[in-house]
């Protein structure tokens, strides 16, 4: 039988991410991926003469190499950053909303995004500089946090980060409004909260405050040549260091011994696998409910999984367009478009199937002018569903159904762009949830792991990561993580989750 | 304060109930059903078209009651250990997209190479096959297309039209067709008599005769003069055929000013190519845990190279456009032609390759995933 010191199950941003920190700490290592790719969503396809992006919208923490952002640190120390050709993008966002009639386009950088802001509500900048220097706070506080391993000197935060402490119970609009934020300067700081999929009164303050400082201050990125130039950078990576990577090899079954220890993996071919070591890069409720065999699963774990809650279920209308951006008048590389800004509105619209049109949309070329032929175009719009409303879909239906909320979503950007692209359309392709479920096997089809609440946000589970772990030999990383959903999470949640099975491995005297 | 998110978030946990984990979900469920990977089959019924071309109703050979759904247009695979040969060919189902839900998918297959012979001539009815779930992406979509469509058929590319005709008249689809279908002679028009009398206003029929002159029938070539003469305004076009029917067709619908967005054909097979005494390499394929030294002909695709080991090596599409068969080059130069050049920016970056449309220039070594 193979052995391995660690088998990593998917390979997905943390399953790669983890790989890697395994092998370079000298550990044999198997990469088990159910589908012919590496990257799960972090990924591209290609229809005709276009290659589209599975799923990047923008990439936070790159920074330049002489002034990097935390994720191209990573992947320096990881060994991947000079396989990756990063692309700078221009603005943070245009945002659009039907309710407020607003139409306006928000530059990155602590400053100009400030100015911005004044502009749009004379006085604004106040506010927005108030809140980037909490957000500065936020982001030593959390380093901090994290070098002092969720044991804090409580005397030291107290003393360096007052405004941390202050808000860290707190949800985005109980901060905003602690701040006397004005409604307007709350639409324009929240703006990014789709990006995390849980609404302002849900989403920790914390942990949105750090994203926005983050895209704010350092900017946003995408790789040249789509996701899947970052999925075979770790690909590439893992086989340098003598990794085994096999795809088409679903696990089925992760075994544990009389000890409730991890002993070894199954996967679809009935093949079995010795190991001490898993890191799960899939669901916990694939894990706990599928994998593991029910007497193996501690109650304290079905209790955790049960009082979660599924984050949104993902939704992207792929478009080739036989027409330039300048021909089409699309101007900006990222759009938010939604009814409201007010995100528990917007989130509760975002419950319907045929109701929901509010997008989040990207023109590639805005970015990248040569990601496709000379006088074509690249425009993918993606929404989310809070609830699990494609189960009622046949499979009878489902073609029917998915052009149907897909020809909502391009005639809401039309009508919110003043565009006109539904003629040039060359080729389509739709994801839905089920198209999600399928290549990456999320329960529900959700793409965001599980919901950031206000009591299960970033802190409260960065606080209980050792609390949270129940079988031994057994770590759970990528969007599902502590980090919760986004690429530079999921990669450092499974950077994570190797580094605690390093640790596991030493202490068992491995 | 950071202590009280701690027992707040513990409450919940003690909330929770301790329940068992639904092991599935209606999403996924529905996901699977559409893309179940493999289905073991059956031939229920095999029916002769014309002299070579051959239509096998397939059922399946498991407990599940019906096949997947799919959009019209879309092909599956067949696979069966001929020899010591693994092999897997793509084929349009002709059969609708209702028949799957009653268990039927069907195929029409012409007598060209190893595995249509073999079907042809050896495959009867109870013979089980492998088939591989629907997929590609030559259907037509209401988002993109328009709701008149010009299907333009050569030979044996009438079978993904088949389809789209039944399901117009089913109603699972919703355009009017014009086919405009190119044969040699009457003898070889395949669904003649269902062609010829189909009566559904939606549907109208052009079948145009190459080698035979007949009342009925167009004579000569899919020219422009043919499509200006019966092909509607603002229409979208699709073409099954032989290439050469596609450079042909294509020069002749750009006289009339179609533009490549309304143009669409399936893509073929990539076939042997033309070399002089083609040399035979040594390919050394990596497979999990397993390395096989096989023989590559030089004017054989890798892909046929490891058919003909018996490796179970990926197979969907044979044109390159599919990347089910994406795998690491380790060494070795090679050549894909640029009608089957589909890979993605990256793959070029990090040496991957689609071995069903490469040849090998020289010894290769490549890491191919297992199916």
């Known amino acids: ?376 175009t690249i425009l993918y719009m993606t929404t989310l569903f809070t609830e699990d409303v494609w189960s009622l879909v046949t499979a009878e239906d489902y073609f029917k159904v998915k052009n149907e909320v897909a020809a909502s979503m391009i005639d809401r950007f039309e009508k919110s762009t003043d565009t006109h692209i539904r003629d040039h359309i060359e080729e389509i392709a739709v994801a839905t949830p089920i198209t999600y479920a399928r290549y990456c096997g999320h329960p529900q089809g959700t793409v965001y792991g599980y919901e950031s609440q206000y009591w299960d946000g970033l802190l409260p589970r960065v606080m209980m990561v050792e609390e949270d772990h129940f079988v031994p030999g057994l770590r759970i990383g990528g969007g599902y993580g502590e980090r919760l959903l986004g690429y530079p999470s999921s990669y450092k949640s499974g950077y994570n989750e190797a580094v605690r099975t390093l640790r596991d491995m030493e202490k068992e005297g491995e | 304060m950071l202590f009280n998110i701690i027992s707040e978030r513990r409450k919940m946990i003690d909330k929770a109930p301790a329940n068992q984990l639904p092991s599935t979900f209606a999403v996924n469920e529905l996901a699977k059903a559409l893309h179940p990977g493999y289905i073991p089959a059956r031939i229920a019924a095999i029916r002769e078209e014309t002299e070579n071309v051959k239509t096998f109703t397939l059922v399946p050979a498991s407990s599940n009651k019906v096949f997947p759904y799919f959009r019209a247009g879309q092909y599956i695979t067949l696979s069966a250990n001929i020899g010591e040969s693994l092999l897997t060919r793509p084929y349009s189902l002709s059969s609708s997209p209702k028949q799957a839900l009653e268990g039927i998918y069907e195929v029409t297959v012409k007598r060209d190479g190893l595995f249509s012979s073999w079907l042809i001539d050896q495959a009867a009815v109870g013979t089980e096959l492998v088939l591989g779930e629907p997929g590609g992406d030559f259907y037509h979509d209401n988002l993109r297309d328009s709701n008149k469509v010009v299907a333009i058929a050569g030979g044996c590319g009438i079978t993904p039209f088949r389809s789209m005709i039944k399901a117009v008249i089913e109603g699972s689809e919703d355009y009017q067709i014009t086919l405009i279908y190119g044969a040699r002679t009457r003898s070889d028009i395949i669904f003649k008599k269902e062609l010829e009398t189909l009566s559904d206003e939606r549907i109208r029929i052009i079948i145009v005769l190459s080698e035979e002159k007949a009342e009925g029938y167009e004579h000569g070539f899919i020219t422009a003069d043919v499509l200006k003469k019966f092909a509607p305004e603002s229409a979208s076009f699709f073409l099954c055929g032989p290439d050469e029917m596609y450079r042909f067709v294509k020069d002749e619908l750009k006289k009339l000013e179609i533009t490549d967005k309304n143009i669409r054909h399936e893509r073929n097979a990539a076939g042997n190519r033309n070399v002089d005494n083609p040399r035979v390499f040594k390919l050394k394929v990596r497979m999990r845990d397993k390395v096989y030294s096989i023989p590559a002909r030089e004017n054989e695709t890798l892909t046929v190279a490891m058919e003909r080991a018996g490796l179970n090596a990926p197979s969907r599409c044979r044109s390159g456009i599919c990347g089910f068969c994406h795998s690491k080059l380790i060494s070795g130069t090679y050549t894909v032609l640029k009608e089957h050049e589909y890979r993605r920016a990256a793959d070029f970056k990090f040496g991957f390759i689609h071995p069903c449309c490469t040849y090998p220039d020289s010894d290769m070594e490549i890491d191919v995933p297992t199916v």
Request: with cysteine; charged share 25%; aromatic share 10%.
């Open chain 1, 1 to 376: 039988m193979k052995q391995y010191d660690v088998v990593v199950i998917g390979a997905g941003n943390g399953g790669l991410a983890a790989a890697v920190k395994l092998l370079s700490a000298g550990k044999s290592c198997l990469v088990c991926e159910k589908h012919n790719l590496p990257g799960g969503f972090a990924t591209s396809f290609v229809r005709g003469r276009f290659e589209f992006e599975a799923s990047l919208h923008e990439f936070n923490g790159i920074g330049t190499p002489e002034n990097p952002g935390s994720t191209r640190l990573l992947f320096r120390e990881l060994g991947v950053e000079d396989k990756i050709e990063w692309v700078q993008l221009k603005d943070a966002f245009h945002l659009i909303s039907k309710e407020e009639d607003y139409r306006f386009t928000m530059p990155f950088g602590l400053e100009a995004f400030a100015e911005a802001a004044d502009k749009l509500y004379p006085g604004g900048k106040k506010y927005t500089e108030q809140l980037f220097s909490v957000g500065l706070q936020i982001r030593e506080a959390l380093e901090y946090l994290s070098i002092s391993k969720g044991k804090p000197d409580p005397s030291i935060l107290k003393e360096k980060y007052p405004d941390f402490l202050r808000f860290a119970s707190c949800s985005v609009s109980e901060g905003f409004n602690a701040m006397g934020f004005p409604k307007m300067i709350k639409d324009i700081c929240s703006a990014y909260w789709c990006y995390l999929g849980a609404h302002c009164d849900n989403l920790g303050f914390i942990h949105y405050v750090n994203m926005l400082y983050s895209y704010i201050s350092g900017g946003a990125a995408i790789p040249k040549h789509r996701s899947h130039e970052l999925s075979l950078a770790f690909e590439t990576r893992i086989r340098e260091l003598g990794g085994d990577i096999w795809y088409n090899a679903e696990v089925t079954r992760i075994i544990t011994d009389d000890m409730g220890h991890v002993s070894g993996v199954q996967i679809n071919d009935g093949t079995e696998i010795k190991t001490r070591h898993v890191i799960a890069n899939c669901s916990p409720h694939v894990v706990y409910g599928r994998l593991m065999d029910p007497e193996a699963v501690p109650e304290r774990a079905l209790k955790l999984t049960n009082s979660r809650k599924l984050a949104g279920r993902g939704f992207t209308v792929f478009l080739a367009l036989d027409r330039s951006p300048d021909d089409l008048g699309i101007k900006e590389h990222n759009y938010f478009i939604y009814d409201t800004c007010d995100s528990v509105r917007q989130y509760k619209n975002m419950g319907k199937l045929h109701e929901n049109s509010a997008q989040a949309t990207v023109c590639l070329n805005r970015a990248i002018p040569d990601c496709s032929p000379e006088g074509t």
